[in-house]
């Protein structure tokens, strides 16, 4: 059974930072390019980043700088260290997986994709 569980999201203060954690089950983790996408309330879903089976980064315009993914083949984990966080970062995160490089926003756009994990940012 394919799982994605996305954890340490909560309340932080704007400017300071958080570590997202996205825990893999029941495929091959290191084959798959692994992503982050949100979502604000009331906005469309955004890509945010994405990590290739070897470890290359890919950042949307509105994080690089701030936000670093990475990952972990041996424990079938991805990270998604938050620094410098604003109010607009506000949203729920999602992991997701696919086999191939992508930034889409959908979840069809993946093969799998977790149930979230929410990040609150107060000004």
């Known amino acids: 059974q394919v799982q994605l569980k996305e954890s340490g999201g909560g309340l932080v203060q704007a400017g300071g930072s958080l570590r997202l954690s996205c825990a893999a089950s029941g495929f091959t983790f290191s084959n798959y390019y692994m992503n982050w996408v949100r979502q604000a309330p009331g906005k469309e879903r955004e890509f945010v980043a994405a990590?290739?089976?070897?470890?290359?980064?890919y950042y949307a315009d509105s994080v690089k700088g701030r936000f670093t993914i990475s990952r972990d083949n041996t424990k079938n984990t991805m990270y998604l260290q938050m620094n410098s966080l604003k109010a607009a970062d506000t949203a729920n995160y999602y992991c997701?997986?696919?086999?191939?490089?992508?930034?889409?926003?959908?979840?069809?756009?993946?093969?799998?994709w977790g149930q979230g994990a929410q990040v609150i940012v107060s000004s």
């Open positions: 990590i290739s089976w070897s470890g290359t980064t």
């Open positions: 997701a997986a696919a086999r191939g490089y992508t930034i889409s926003k959908n979840a069809g756009g993946y093969d799998y």
